[in-house]
């Protein structure tokens, strides 16, 4: 069972604009949609959708509008009683691809709430092979929080693989007590690759890119010294770079044209956990996180790729 932490869900919302973003002027949409989001919950649904056990976690009212969307997908809940209402995301898409996203901070929980969403974590945590922490955190959590649970969680739950996909502060603060706090798993973009290591994240993020894949493997094998085992490195466009224990593995994706980004790293992470649950070794795990994370931004919206979507044949991946 692979169980999804998603401290500040959201209502994702995307609009379809007929021609490029003008600011001070009137945009007639062309179309718009809205789905149940965050990453830990973006994680589940394609977990569900190829049948790979999965439970998602969050804090929500239990008359908030997010809880319909969310039923639709089928994914497997568990919801922590809340006052406030989910923050709504709203994304616009133009016609080449650009996405501009406005977020909002999210409903804040109050200590009660706190703990009794800590508790339901833990309670699952007990049942599960993996746990996902992923997404900002919503008011009322401190930057911490994830640094607090993985000592949590290693404490009364040993043997349970901890994954955490976060960036900004949450990130940082998490990286300031490895290896005490190191997850099993992280899936950082370069740039928050040196967010956490403290280095220049755009370097990493421009060599990635341009195919010098070194500086990144050096840097994610500094986090490996401090306890991390796998990291997954997304490269955007370039697909994603895989550093294990077994090796280094560079997957690259095949021809997409892109429609919206939105949701395309946590299916990455997915495709990725999917992978693991068959059984599939290193190389070939690189090769589906990329092939579920071009699937993605093929899609329109938060639209979060089937297995009858990816195109894993033409995804290559090999060893560094």
Not at 17 to 22: D, I, N, Q
Not at 217 to 232: D, P, S, W
Not at 265 to 290: I, N, Q
Request: contains cysteine; negative net charge; hydrophobic residues 40%.
């Amino acid at each position: 069972m692979i169980v999804t932490v998603t401290a500040n869900p959201s209502i994702d919302q995307t609009l379809y604009l007929p021609g490029f973003l003008e600011r001070d002027s009137v945009h007639r949409l062309t179309g718009h949609e809205s789905v149940a989001g965050g990453k830990g919950i973006n994680v589940s649904v394609a977990l569900h959708k190829a049948d790979v056990p999965t439970k998602a976690i969050f804090p929500a009212h239990a008359d908030d509008y997010f809880i319909g969307l969310l039923n639709r997908t089928g994914v497997p809940q568990r919801r922590v009683d809340i006052a406030g209402q989910v923050r709504t995301n709203v994304t616009l898409c133009e016609p080449d691809g650009t996405t501009t996203k406005l977020n909002e901070g999210g409903a804040e929980l109050s200590a009660d709430e706190r703990a009794a969403f800590e508790h339901a974590i833990l309670e699952e945590a007990r049942e599960a092979d993996i746990v996902v922490f992923a997404g900002s955190l919503p008011p009322g959590l401190p930057t911490d929080w994830y640094a607090h649970m993985v000592r949590v969680l290693r404490r009364e739950t040993p043997k349970v693989l901890i994954c955490v996909d976060t960036s900004d502060r949450p990130l940082q603060e998490l990286a300031a007590s490895f290896p005490e706090t190191s997850p099993d798993l992280i899936k950082p973009n370069a740039f928050e690759l040196g967010q956490i290591l403290g280095i220049d994240g755009n370097a990493l993020e421009t060599a990635g890119k341009n195919g010098s894949y070194g500086p990144v493997i050096e840097a994610a094998n500094t986090l490996q010294a401090k306890g991390v085992q796998l990291a997954l490195i997304t490269l955007g466009a370039a697909g994603a770079l895989l550093v294990s224990p077994e090796g280094s593995f560079l997957a690259t994706p095949p021809p997409t044209d892109p429609v919206s980004t939105v949701g395309a790293g946590d299916s990455s992470l997915a495709g990725f956990l999917r992978a693991r649950h068959l059984g599939k070794p290193m190389v070939e795990s690189a090769a589906m996180a990329v092939a579920y994370g071009s699937a993605a931004t093929a899609l329109p919206g938060t639209t979060i790729p089937a297995p009858d979507q990816i195109n894993l044949e033409q995804t290559a991946a090999r060893a560094l």
